[in-house]
């Protein structure tokens, strides 16, 4: 298991217009964060942009050192056996760097996997079996400059996988690809954990990637943790109340005046629009209004014509968290 | 050990399937250092040589052709690898220094071996045509043909450190323009290449110092024209291993200190 435990990052950096004459500052990345990724569990990384997601990934990955803290994989400090680390972890970032263009995909991954010491013979055997998990085997030995962005991506996610590392770090995996390979990526992500294992880390600007795929949430800002848990409970503590939408025959004087008191009853707004005879109604309320509207509904034999719980979701409790906090 | 090989192997391959993929390449890799070497030859040939040759003796019409020739070949070598060093600096804008980085490989296999593959591909030509000359149109003969070979040798082990040492600094240096300006053409001007460093200006001979391929230089003109004493070949190759154990110790440093500093900055991600 990786265990972030109070890791904070501060860039010391230099501004100023004249070379001769730059003031020294110092920027906050990533302040007291405390972060766990278990084997086998995909989890998200989410935030704007300068929130502190690539930092926290690459004092994962033995890239950066913290400037407090400390960061252990499997019990083992990052910092004190950085180079037993390297063999366990492995970093995949979207866009089309990373990778030499000239080389082709195999010769890419013979390079990569030489890096980490692997014997020839493993080494081959691994990059076939990867090649054809990705699904390069007919473009592996055409040069790289020749591959298309899903293809790159796809060749980068075999690197991340030469070492047959523990961890993954996933940092925007999908980034610029279409929708039908990015979706193939996405399960690919899933299989990783689920068959091989491995814990992943993913940061993703494309939220309901992580939705689909991630057991559990970060949310970091400015790099402080905002909230943790899964993007059920995001979206419950985000928004605080629940909408239940239906539509229905219209109701008239005193049945359309014993639901108003039935919805203060629940402590709810409702709204009422009529069209074409029917009327749509939204109940909302910070209650769990269910089982009593729907126990009023039946016994009031209203005509229902459809019914359904808006829920919060991901996406938008993100953007909710970052308009309150703008 | 096997490890340490199969890295620098491995980056070997990839230096030269990354740079050396065209014929074409080889064909400026021969032509330039060709046109810079004739150039230099032309530019003394109209001169009288018979002031300098009182200051160095084996230094006359005669032996000019050889004497710039081992100048030439000399700086080939130390040239290429400041280019290479250069070149991999490049692999910070690419991203993939960052992934070198990632891995747990040993950071000097990764320069050895690329120096060695800016060696082996970019300097063979030239040497082939350096040989050729000699052979073909030199007056001279090797005054002491084995320590000749050994300061051959000595210039290449020389080169290379020197090509660790610039590689290790063009990584950790963002601004590696800065340092290419620096080391490329003082280099040729102070260590010797053309003018040697003994009729220079004290100051000139201070900086000259600094740069390895003075050595280099120096002891291969000494094995080419001269019969060398014993105690003389003993201080003159003392003198550069001393050269190449400092090196190789800066160089030690610079991987080390470097890899920690980018840690810290995280300037390793940026170009």
Same mark, same amino acid.
Request: one cysteine or more; charged letters at 20%.
């Given at each position: ?5 109070? /890791? ?58 913290? +400037? ?62 990867? /090649? ?11 040069? /790289?400059?020749? %591959? ?18 523990? %961890? ?34 993913? +940061? ?11 057991? %559990? ?12 848990? +899964? ?96 | ?24 390449? @080889? ?13 230099? !030859? !032309? ?14 003796? @084996? ?12 100048? !030439? ?27 070198? !980085? ?60 020197? #090509?660790?040492?610039?590689? #290790? ?22 260590? #010797? ?21 003075? @050595? ?56």
């Amino acid at each position: 298991m990786i265990k972030i435990n109070n /890791v904070s990052k501060i860039y010391e950096m230099k501004e100023g217009n004249n070379p001769f004459k730059r003031k020294k500052i110092e920027k906050l990345a990533v302040s007291q964060l405390n972060m766990q990724i278990e084997k086998g569990k995909i989890v998200g990384l989410l935030g704007v942009n300068g929130a502190g997601k690539t930092t926290t990934i690459k004092m994962i990955s033995t890239l950066l050192e913290p +400037t407090s803290g400390n960061i252990t994989i499997d019990g083992e400090d990052v910092v004190k056996n950085r180079m037993e680390i390297k063999k366990r972890v492995n970093m995949i970032t979207g866009g089309e760097r990373m990778i030499y263009w000239r080389l082709t995909g195999r010769e890419n991954l013979m390079y990569f996997g030489k890096l980490y010491g692997i014997e020839k013979s493993v080494l081959e055997s691994r990059i076939n079996k990867l /090649v054809s998990l990705v699904g390069l085997e007919k473009s592996i030995d055409i040069p /790289v400059e020749r %591959y298309s962005k899903g293809m790159k991506q796809r060749l980068q996610i075999a690197r991340g996988m030469i070492n047959d590392p523990d %961890y993954l770090m996933l940092d925007e995996p999908t980034l610029g690809l279409d929708a039908p390979i990015a979706k193939e990526i996405r399960t690919y992500i899933r299989s990783l954990a689920e068959k091989e294992g491995k814990g992943v880390l993913l +940061t993703s600007h494309y939220i309901p990637e992580v939705e689909e795929l991630c057991d %559990y949430i970060y949310v970091v800002h400015e790099g402080q943790l905002l909230f943790e848990g +899964t993007s059920k409970t995001l979206s419950s503590q985000v928004f605080d109340t629940k909408k239940y939408v239906f539509e229905t025959s219209a109701l008239k004087d005193e049945k359309l005046k014993a639901f108003y008191d039935f919805a203060q009853s629940l402590q709810a707004n409702i709204q009422i629009d009529e069209e074409d005879g029917l009327q749509r109604i939204v109940l909302e309320s910070r209650l769990d209004c269910h089982e009593a509207l729907m126990n009023y509904i039946h016994k009031n034999r209203f005509l229902i014509h459809n019914f359904r719980v808006d829920e919060a979701d991901l996406e938008s409790s993100i953007i909710e968290l970052s308009r309150r906090l703008a | 050990m096997k490890v340490f090989l199969g890295i620098v192997g491995a980056e070997m391959r990839k230096q030269y399937k990354n740079y050396f993929h065209s014929k074409f390449v @080889y064909f400026s890799l021969f032509l330039w250092p060709m046109i810079t070497f004739v150039n230099g !030859y !032309y530019q003394f040939k109209p001169f009288d040589f018979s002031a300098v040759s009182k200051t160095i003796p @084996y230094l006359n019409e005669k032996s000019l052709l050889s004497f710039v020739l081992i100048g !030439y070949m000399a700086m080939i070598f130390f040239r290429t690898l400041v280019q290479s060093a250069w070149r991999f600096s490049m692999e910070r804008t690419a991203g993939t220094l960052e992934l070198v !980085y990632l891995s747990p490989a040993s950071r000097l296999a990764i320069v050895l071996g690329n120096c060695l593959s800016a060696l082996v591909n970019s300097v063979w030509l030239f040497l082939v045509f350096m040989v050729g000359i000699q052979l073909t149109y030199s007056e001279v003969l090797i005054q002491s043909p084995f320590w000749f070979t050994m300061a051959f040798i000595m210039m290449i082990v020389m080169s290379v450190l020197w #090509g660790m040492l610039l590689n #290790g600094l063009f990584i950790f240096t963002r601004d590696s323009s800065f340092l290419f300006t620096i080391l490329e053409e003082p280099m040729e001007i102070f260590a #010797g290449v053309k003018v040697p460093v003994s009729i220079m200006p004290l100051w000139a001979q201070f900086i000259a110092g600094f740069f390895p391929l003075t @050595y280099a230089i120096k002891t291969l003109r000494m094995f080419m024209f001269e019969q060398v004493n014993v105690s003389e070949i003993f201080r003159i190759f003392g003198i550069m291993t001393l050269v190449c154990i400092t090196m190789f110790i800066l160089t030690l440093l610079i991987l080390h200190y470097g890899e920690k500093y980018n840690r810290k900055t995280g300037h390793l991600a940026l170009f």
